[in-house]
């Protein structure tokens, strides 16, 4: 009997059905999600606080069921994320189902992928994605909609549009790009002009991420091209810029597509829309 191994996609899934409910019963339960100790006495959880040594903000012990949160780390987006994520470890390990699924999965990595599915649960927990679907349905599909959104949920600009790329009903990419500097990446020559004699900044794609329909993937770390609408959205500033760009694939593939990229905090992010925004009227991806 052949036995047919889960993929990624359906553990994320899974991993998302389980915030929800892990958000639903704090909910129930009438604690507000910055009360760390109470949700996490809820969950029978240990929480402690104590300087972590590897530079993380966070971190769970498996064995003793206890989040050790770092107290250095001061900003209240980064620690509530934190905290998510080392909440949905716990999660996970007290899910047998989960579990098991794991361990079937068809996956190159059990630590990479219990990782991933830890910041996919903490994006849940944060923002619902039915309820971020609605706001872009009201809104729009695009980065202009970033700063609201960080705004409602408190969260970071890199976990929302992140959020909003992964769990996006239409085919799109997004990349989030930051400047460097030629100075700093003598050791990736690929990120840089060859003929730079001077030290210029450099935008450098961060974080890549394909919508769950996208069909291919886009590579990080590459540079992007200095003709590129992602580089004319980052001098513009901070207002959303719009028009027919190409997917930056680092095979060269020319895809030519709708295009809005917006600088905030530093960074550009940039949505590509493979096929239309869901409008109003269609049924949610994610139910």
């Known amino acids: 009997m052949v036995i047919e191994r889960v993929g990624e996609r359906a553990l994320i899934r899974q991993a998302r059905a389980l915030a929800r409910r892990t958000r639903r019963e704090i909910g129930e339960a009438g604690l507000r999600p910055d009360d760390f100790q109470g949700i996490a006495r809820q969950f029978g959880i240990t929480l402690r606080w104590g300087q972590l040594t590897d530079g993380r903000p966070g971190g769970y012990v498996k064995d003793a069921r206890t989040i050790v949160l770092d107290p250095r780390a001061t900003l209240s987006e980064r620690l509530h994320f934190t905290f998510g994520h080392e909440l949905m470890h716990d999660r996970i390990e007290?899910?047998?189902?989960?579990?098991?699924?794991?361990?079937?999965?068809?996956?190159?990595?059990?630590?990479?992928?219990?990782?991933?599915?830890?910041?996919?649960?903490?994006?849940?927990?944060?923002?619902?994605?039915?309820?971020?679907?609605?706001?872009?349905?009201?809104?729009?599909?695009?980065?202009?909609?970033?700063?609201?959104?960080?705004?409602?949920?408190?969260?970071?600009?890199?976990?929302?549009?992140?959020?909003?790329?992964?769990?996006?009903?239409?085919?799109?990419?997004?990349?989030?790009?930051?400047?460097?500097?030629?100075?700093?990446?003598?050791?990736?020559?690929?990120?840089?002009?060859?003929?730079?004699?001077?030290?210029?900044?450099?935008?450098?794609?961060?974080?890549?991420?394909?919508?769950?329909?996208?069909?291919?993937?886009?590579?990080?770390?590459?540079?992007?091209?200095?003709?590129?609408?992602?580089?004319?959205?980052?001098?513009r500033g901070d207002e959303t810029i719009r028009g027919q760009a190409t997917i930056p694939f680092s095979s060269g593939k020319r895809w030519v597509v709708p295009c809005d990229a917006l600088y905030f905090r530093g960074n550009v992010f940039a949505f590509f829309h493979a096929s239309d925004p869901v409008s109003a009227g269609q049924m949610r991806l994610f139910e």
């Open 94 to 235: 007290q899910d047998d189902d989960l579990l098991s699924l794991l361990a079937d999965a068809y996956i190159r990595s059990d630590h990479a992928t219990m990782e991933r599915l830890c910041n996919v649960g903490a994006a849940e927990l944060l923002m619902p994605s039915d309820d971020v679907q609605d706001m872009v349905r009201a809104h729009g599909f695009s980065t202009e909609i970033i700063p609201a959104l960080c705004h409602r949920y408190h969260a970071s600009s890199l976990a929302v549009a992140i959020h909003m790329a992964a769990t996006a009903a239409h085919q799109c990419y997004l990349v989030i790009a930051g400047p460097r500097d030629v100075r700093q990446e003598e050791t990736s020559p690929m990120l840089i002009e060859v003929n730079a004699t001077q030290a210029q900044p450099r935008l450098v794609m961060l974080y890549t991420v394909a919508s769950p329909s996208a069909t291919y993937a886009i590579k990080r770390g590459q540079a992007v091209p200095a003709d590129h609408l992602i580089y004319a959205a980052w001098r």
